[in-house]
C-alpha cells in the first residue's frame, strides 16, 4: 500500500496516510461496544483517546479536501460510533443511587413546594368529599369503591365484620403475605407510575386520579366512622397509610410539574420547560418508588403482626416523620445554596 | 445542536439527519430512526420480556423447588420488573439500547452532543407508562369501558402516536421530558478508493479544463455510486452507454470512445474530474452541481411542509 506514487491524488495520499489508524479505531470500537470499554487493556484504552481524536481530525479534513462519498460516509459512520462509545455513560450504579438519596431526591422535593402542594390537597380534598358524600347517600360507596376493593367491607356489613377486617388475620394466612405485599408493591407502582405520567397532558389526569383515590379512602372511612370505628381505621390505615399515600400524592405532584411546565413555561420554551422540570419530576416519582416499597413491606408484614392501634400509630407516623426528616435536613451542604 | 439537514443534494437515500457537535467541535451526523423500526422494537422488547417472564414461571412451576406463595410473589414482581424498570437498566447497560433495539439497529442518544444521562433514561422510558402500556391494555378492554371511556382511549392513543410525527426529530412524548432521540445506530464499511486501484493516469483519454468544469460535486459522486455499483448484466451495459453518451455530450468532448473502452473511459472521468474539482476545493471553489456557473440552483431540494417548519 506505500506505492505513493507522486500521480496519486492529494486525496487517495491522504487516506493512504491514515487508513490504518482509522482500521485501529474500528477493532477498538467494535470490541469496546461488545464487551464495554472495562475489557480494554490500559493501552488500549489510551489508543482508543488518540485514534478517536484522530479520526474526528480526518473527518473534518476529509470533508473540505475529498470527493470520495464512500470514504467520507465511512468516517461519518466511524465517528459516530467512536463517539458512542467515548461518550458513553461512566458512572457506577452504586454512586447514582448513593448521589440520588443523599442529595437529589431531598433538593428535588423542596424545589417542589407548589406541585407536592397540589398532590396532597388533590387526595385531602377527594377523601373530604368522599366522607361528605357518603354522609349524604351511602349508595355513593359501590359508586367510588370496586367491589373487589371493598372486599364484603361495605356499608352494609355489621360492626363485628368491620373490626374483625381491621384486627383478625384478614384470611390471608401468614405465609401468604409475601405475594401479597409484592402484588400491593407493583400494582401501586404502577399506578403511580400512571399518575405520573399522565401528568403531561396538563396535570388534570393526575389530579383526577389522585381525587379520585381520595374519594375512596374518605367513602371506606365514612363506612368505619359511621359503625364506631374511626379511630381504629385510622389507626389501621396509618400504619401504611401515611407513606403509602403520600407516596401517591408525590407521583401526582411529579405529574403536577411536568404538566405546570407546559401550562405556565415563564421565559422558557415549552419543550425546554419540559426538559428542565422534567428533571425535578423524574426524582420525585423515584421517590414515591421507595416509599411504595417500604409501604408494602409494612402493609404485608407489619400491619397484620402489630395488633395495638397505639403502636400502629405510633410506627406508621414516626415513619412518616423520618420520611420528612430526611427530605427536608439532607444534601443541605455548601452548595446547595447557591443552585 | 443545530439541526439543519446538509445543504446539499445528497447522493445517499433520502433519510433525516441530525447533526450534533460533540465536544471536539466535528459536528457529526446521526440518521433519525424511522417509527417503523422504533414500534418494531418495541414489539420485539414486549415479546421478549414477556415470553421471558412466562418461560421462568413454567420453569418455577415445573422445578417446583419454591413454596406456591413464593413462586407466585416472584412471578408477580418479575411481570412487574419487565414493564418500566427493563427498559431503564438496559437503556442503562447499553448504553441506549435494549434487546428489541438491539435487533432494530437503533438506539437512543441525547439530543444535546453528550453524553447520556440516568436521568434521561428514566424519564424517556417511564412516559412509556402513558405513551404505550396503558392505552394498549385499555383497548384491549375496550369493550367494557362504554362509549365515553372507549372514545377518550382512542383519542389518547390518536393523541400519543401523532405526537412522533409532529417534530422533525421523530421524538415522542418520552424524549421531549428527556431531550433524546432515537437514531440508527451507524455500521462502518470502508469500500475501497476508486482512484487507488488504477493509480496511474489513463492516457488514452485526455481531458481539458474545459471538459471539467461543467460538473460539480453531486454529479461526480453520482458517478461515483454508478461505478461502484454497477448494474449487472446487460442491463448494465445499456446504463455504462447511456451514462457515458450524457457525459460526452454535456461537457463536449471530441474524441471517439469504443463501447468496450466506455468503463475506462468513465473512470479516467471520474478520476480526472476529482481531481479537478478537489483542486478547486483548495482554493475554495466549492462547485455543489452542475449549477455552479449560473447560480440559479435547487441548492437545497428537501422539501419544507408548513406544518414541520421550526
Not at chain 1, 222 to 230: D, M
Not at chain 2, 261 to 283: C, G, P, T
Request: glycine letters at 8%; charged letters at 20%; proline letters at 5%.
Amino acid at each position: 500500500m506505500t506505492a505513493q506514487s507522486p500521480d496519486q491524488l492529494r486525496s487517495a495520499r491522504f487516506r493512504m496516510e491514515r487508513e490504518p489508524s482509522w482500521k485501529r479505531l474500528e477493532v477498538l470500537v467494535a470490541r469496546a461496544d461488545k464487551a464495554g470499554v472495562k475489557s480494554l487493556s490500559y493501552d488500549e484504552a489510551r489508543d482508543l483517546a488518540t485514534t478517536y481524536r484522530q479520526a474526528m481530525n480526518s473527518l473534518s479534513v476529509a470533508r473540505d479536501i475529498s470527493l470520495d462519498l464512500a470514504l467520507v460516509t465511512y468516517l461519518e459512520q466511524l465517528c459516530s460510533r467512536a463517539y458512542l462509545v467515548v461518550y458513553a455513560p461512566q458512572e457506577s450504579i452504586r454512586g447514582l443511587v448513593s448521589r440520588l438519596l443523599t442529595t437529589g431526591i431531598p433538593r428535588a422535593v423542596r424545589r417542589s413546594a407548589l406541585p407536592l402542594l397540589i398532590g396532597f390537597v388533590a387526595m385531602f380534598l377527594g377523601a373530604v368529599a368522599g366522607y361528605l358524600l357518603y354522609f349524604q347517600d351511602p349508595s355513593w360507596y359501590f359508586t367510588f369503591v370496586p367491589p373487589d376493593t371493598a372486599d364484603g367491607r361495605t356499608p352494609a356489613a355489621s360492626a363485628d365484620y368491620l373490626r374483625s377486617t381491621l384486627y383478625g388475620d384478614e384470611g390471608a394466612p401468614h405465609d401468604a403475605l409475601g405475594a401479597f405485599a409484592s402484588y400491593l408493591f407493583s400494582h401501586n407502582t404502577q399506578i403511580a407510575i400512571l399518575v405520573f405520567a399522565l401528568g403531561i397532558f396538563l396535570s388534570v389526569p393526575s389530579f383526577l386520579l389522585t381525587f379520585y383515590n381520595g374519594l375512596l379512602i374518605g367513602a371506606f372511612f365514612a363506612t368505619f366512622a359511621e359503625k364506631g370505628l374511626a379511630y381504629d381505621l385510622f389507626a389501621w390505615l396509618s400504619i401504611h397509610g401515611v407513606t403509602e399515600l403520600s407516596a401517591i400524592c408525590i407521583a401526582c405532584a411529579g405529574g403536577a410539574r411536568l404538566g405546570l411546565a407546559l401550562l405556565l413555561p415563564g421565559q422558557m420554551t415549552r419543550r425546554d420547560a419540559l426538559r428542565h422540570h422534567g428533571r425535578d419530576a423524574v426524582k420525585l416519582i423515584v421517590l414515591a418508588g421507595i416509599m411504595l416499597v417500604v409501604a408494602a413491606l409494612i402493609e404485608g408484614f407489619l400491619r397484620q403482626i402489630v395488633q395495638s392501634p397505639e403502636l400502629r400509630l405510633t410506627i406508621g407516623w414516626g415513619i412518616g416523620a423520618a420520611w420528612l426528616a430526611w427530605l427536608l435536613l439532607s444534601g443541605r451542604d455548601k452548595g446547595a445554596g447557591l443552585r | 445542536m443545530t439541526t439543519t439537514p446538509a445543504p446539499y443534494r445528497d447522493i445517499v437515500p433520502k433519510r433525516r439527519v441530525e447533526r450534533l457537535l460533540p465536544p471536539e467541535g466535528v459536528p457529526i451526523n446521526f440518521y433519525i430512526a424511522s417509527v417503523g423500526a422504533r414500534l418494531g422494537a418495541q414489539i420485539m422488547d414486549v415479546l421478549i420480556t414477556y415470553i421471558g417472564v412466562l418461560l421462568v414461571a413454567f420453569g418455577l412451576f415445573w422445578l417446583d423447588v419454591l413454596p406456591m406463595t413464593a413462586t407466585f410473589s416472584l412471578i408477580i414482581i418479575l411481570f412487574f420488573l419487565v414493564r418500566i424498570p427493563y427498559y431503564i437498566l438496559a437503556e442503562l447497560v447499553w448504553n441506549g439500547r435494549t434487546l428489541g433495539k438491539r435487533i432494530a439497529r437503533i438506539r437512543v442518544i441525547s439530543a444535546d452532543g453528550r453524553r447520556l444521562t440516568p436521568h434521561q433514561i428514566t424519564a424517556r422510558n417511564l412516559m412509556k407508562e402513558v405513551e404505550f402500556f396503558t392505552p394498549v391494555l385499555m383497548l384491549f378492554t375496550v369493550d367494557d369501558l362504554g362509549l365515553a371511556l372507549g372514545l377518550i382511549t382512542t383519542v389518547w392513543v390518536l393523541g400519543v402516536l401523532i405526537v412522533p410525527f409532529t417534530n422533525r426529530r421523530r421524538q415522542r412524548l418520552g424524549d421531549l421530558v428527556a431531550g433524546t432521540i432515537v437514531v440508527e445506530n451507524p455500521k462502518t464499511v470502508l469500500l475501497g478508493d476508486l482512484v487507488a486501484k488504477a493509480p496511474a493516469r489513463d492516457t488514452r483519454f485526455e481531458f481539458l479544463p474545459v471538459h471539467l468544469d461543467v460538473y460539480g460535486r453531486y454529479e461526480l459522486q453520482t458517478l461515483e455510486a454508478i461505478l461502484r455499483d454497477p448494474t449487472k448484466g446487460p442491463a448494465g451495459e445499456v446504463e455504462l452507454a447511456r451514462v457515458t453518451d450524457a457525459i460526452i455530450r454535456k461537457i463536449a468532448y471530441a474524441p471517439k470512445v469504443a463501447p468496450n473502452d466506455r468503463r475506462d473511459f468513465l473512470m479516467a472521468f471520474y478520476r480526472a474530474q476529482r481531481e479537478h474539482l478537489e483542486n478547486r476545493r483548495l482554493f475554495g471553489d466549492r462547485r455543489e452541481d452542475k449549477f455552479h456557473k449560473t447560480g440559479d440552483a435547487p441548492a437545497v431540494v428537501g422539501k419544507k411542509r408548513w406544518w414541520r417548519r421550526r
